[in-house]
């Protein structure tokens, strides 16, 4: 819910139509938020959900003339502490079974620096173009956009 309340409230005090000067809001998903993940159900929903909230939000808000625009980044696998921690069973619990799958997948995106992120933030920053983007970032494929399809309708203006 945090995201959620922290976007309604950012919006309060960014759009324009109360006195803000607009902005960015940036959502942080995952990579998990675009696939299923077996051993990752809870969290696979909630990124998920980040996503369909953030697009949908975005929409509105341009519909509404907010001056405010909302992205989301989906990183991968990222060099911090917390990626050692599947090697241990009391901190995956259940789904410890599936480290090999996990390690496959660090294998797979590779391990970034956190310094990419921070890349990925400044072009969402600067770029007045992007609004309801889902940018992925991995250390095998860089920065890159999730496509989607076109909307096929989207509601009118009251």
Known sequence: TSVIRGTYLGLEYMR??????????????????????????????????VIGFTRSIALAANMENYGVRLNTICPGF??????????????????????DEIKNMMQFYGVMDPSLIAE??????????????????????????QQYGQTPFTSSKR
Do not use: R
């Open 16 to 49: 324009k139509a109360n006195g803000g000067n607009g902005g960015v809001i940036i959502n942080i998903s995952s990579l998990a938020g675009l696939m299923p993940a077996a051993f990752q159900p809870v969290y696979c929903a909630t990124k998920h959900g």
């Open 78 to 99: 990222v060099n911090t502490p917390i990626l050692q921690s599947i090697d241990k069973e009391e901190n995956m619990g259940q789904y410890y079974s599936y480290k």
């Open 120 to 145: 990925g933030l400044i072009t969402i920053i600067e770029d007045d173009t992007l609004n309801g983007e889902v940018m992925k970032i991995t250390a095998s494929q860089g920065i890159h956009f």
